[in-house]
């Protein structure tokens, strides 16, 4: 895989809106917002969609789930949030390193898209 943005983010290249952090992850803030908050939840180790995770990638994945879960906590955006993650171009990956959107700060209709 080679270098993307959040890459050039996650070693510093590039400086971003980082909200969250730990050793597996970080959120930076979308520099095109859908929603008035608009975080992208990114690992740190480069998977280029969630369809070209594997097994040994699975306890990553559940840490991903928990951030989520601290980070609306600590935002307060618990109680309402779309999480989305978009798997290859035809779905809207534009960027080629797994991530999810946390969207937030407006309802939300269903179906999306």
């Not at 290249?13 to 952090?21: G, K, L, R, S």
């Not at 480069?46 to 928990?66: K, Y």
């Not at 960027?95 to 959107?101: N, R």
Request: hydrophobic fraction near 45%.
């Amino acid at each position: 895989m080679s270098d993307t943005l959040f890459t050039k983010i996650i070693n510093r290249q590039i400086p971003a809106d980082i909200v969250y952090e730990d050793e597996h992850c970080f959120a930076i803030r979308d520099i095109n917002p859908q929603a008035p908050v608009h975080l992208l939840l990114i690992p740190k180790k480069p998977i280029d969609r969630l369809s070209a995770a594997e097994a040994g990638d699975q306890a990553l994945l559940g840490h991903l789930m928990l951030a989520v879960g601290k980070i609306t906590r600590d935002l307060k955006i618990d109680n309402a949030f779309r999480l989305a993650i978009n798997n290859g171009a035809d779905a809207g990956q534009s960027v080629f390193h797994l991530h999810l959107h946390i969207l937030a700060g407006r309802a939300f209709s269903w179906p999306p898209g």
